[in-house]
């Protein structure tokens, strides 16, 4: 037996523990992330994190905060400082007359009043003393905010409805091909069986072609409705703002969705200010309100108080020149008297524009009104639909059991089969469809209704 020195025992052992620590770890089936799970509720909240609209509509209310901070400041002191410095490559001069010379030959002919360095510095401040304009600006700016919230509340509602009509057609196709595939399974089973009696001369061989028809025709059915199914979850997925490269499913059950709405949402009044649209128009009367006393504000006087001060050097060098201090305070006052009618034209444009709005506001609500009642009476249909189709369900079930029992007994006809199993196939149709419009029905009355 060959023996290794114990020095190369060491360092193989070494060389074995280094790969121990840096090799990856092993990679077992289960450490593969399944792909996330969207219920409706968490689909509206990523929507409503990673929307566009809605971050541009944030990004408005920021705005609006500065906007307000922007028109108070214009009532506050405004303080700058100044300076100014001039070198006079030749000095200004004025002429003298000739009576100044008083007769002297050598008297000279001109007279500056400037040297050659002027430097001034100085501070002043501005305040507004009285200007009407500025409270009602001010109250404007601060009804736009509220104005930004209410959109904001308006684009989360927009994006909850968006997010809602993509993400039932795809629980509608994925309920859809789910039922397909039970119903080839089905078919399967019966075609096997079908066979088995084929081969032992029990049925003929039109029976097994009518249902490898059937077969062939349900499989591309539920490919055509499985690819319907990778388009709408592509158009879930840019609704949401969902990367559209990455995995993603639905976590609902289309049949456990609630269809039913309370007595209230179907037969109370109709709630106009939970609508935002409408609310938004309210605040809109109001800012044109406030820009009617804007324009009315234009006939008082504006005051505004000023005081500075400031140093002058004048000197033809910077060292036997003169400091000369200067200080003042004054008020300016503007008067409005006449300007051939210019803000009376202002005052009356604002007022026909608040009368617009105002128009416009009535217009909505009878929109309003006429949508809660289509709802309601869409959503009351639909509702009825769907239980007759639930019904058709069930029946057309018994139906096929019936058939295939006495298909299997030698009592019945495969044509009856291929008959019953055609209208199953229909009545689930129909049932998917019914439940469906019930759920957009009832989002619709909600958004109808403002929630």
């Known amino acids: ?60 209310i920021l705005d609006a905060e500065q906007v307000v901070k922007e028109r108070l400041s214009t009532g506050l002191p405004q303080i700058n400082a100044s300076i100014d410095y001039t070198r006079y490559l030749k000095v200004p001069q004025l002429p003298l007359p000739e009576a100044f010379a008083m007769g002297d030959p050598n008297a000279p002919e001109s007279i500056a009043f400037q040297l050659k360095n002027s430097l001034v510095g100085g501070i002043n401040a ?47 196709l ?13 078919l399967e089973k019966l075609l096997r069986e079908t066979s088995a009696q084929y081969e032992a001369g029990f049925v003929e061989q039109l029976d097994v072609d009518r249902l490898v028809l059937s077969l062939n025709n349900l499989k591309s059915q539920r490919d055509q409705i499985a690819q319907q199914a990778e388009n709408a979850m592509r158009a879930l997925k840019f609704t949401l703002n969902y990367p559209l490269d990455e995995p993603l499913t639905v976590a609902d059950d289309l049949n456990e969705l609630e269809t039913e709405v309370e007595l209230a949402a179907m037969t109370g009044n109709v709630p106009y200010q939970q609508r ?86 009535e217009d909505l609500a009878r929109g309003i009104s006429l949508e ?28 096929y059991e019936t058939t295939q029992i006495k298909y299997r007994e030698g009592v019945g006809a ?28 009832k989002e619709d009355l909600f958004l109808a209704l403002g929630r």
Do not use: C
């Open 174 to 186: 994925k309920t859809n091909v789910e039922i397909l595939n039970r119903n080839i399974d089905n």
């Open 126 to 172: 501005r305040t507004m003393l009285f200007d009407g304009s500025f409270f009602v600006g001010l109250r404007a700016a601060r009804a736009s905010k509220d104005y930004y919230n209410l959109e904001l509340e308006n684009r989360q509602r927009e994006v909850r409805t968006q997010v809602a009509q993509s993400y039932f057609p795809v629980l509608l």
């Open 414 to 441: 495969s044509l009856e089969v291929v008959q019953a199993e055609q209208a199953l196939y229909e009545a689930q149709a129909n049932y998917l469809n019914a439940l469906y419009e019930a759920l957009v029905a």
């Open 1 to 60: 037996m060959t023996h290794f020195p114990q020095k190369y025992l060491i360092k193989t052992v070494a060389v074995l523990l280094l790969l121990a620590t840096f090799a990856p770890p092993p990679i077992y089936a289960q450490d593969v992330a399944a792909p996330p799970e969207f219920s409706l509720s968490d689909a509206v909240s990523y929507a409503l994190a990673n929307s566009t609209a809605v971050r541009n509509a944030r990004v408005d």
């Open 372 to 399: 809660v009642t289509n709802a309601r009476a869409t959503l009351a249909a639909a509702q009825d639909r769907l239980s007759v189709t639930k019904d058709n369900v069930a029946l057309a079930e018994r139906i």
């Open 276 to 361: 935002p649209e409408l609310r938004l128009l309210d605040k809109v009367i109001y800012l044109e309100g406030l820009n009617l006393e804007l324009q009315k504000s234009a006939y008082l006087p504006t005051v505004y108080a000023n005081v500075g001060g400031q140093y002058q050097y004048q000197g033809d060098n910077f060292s036997d020149g003169f400091w000369a201090p200067t200080i003042f305070v004054g008020v300016t006052a503007s008067i409005p008297i006449y300007d051939f009618g210019g803000r009376s034209a202002r005052v009356e444009r604002a007022r026909l524009s608040q009368e617009k709005v105002v128009n416009q506001r």
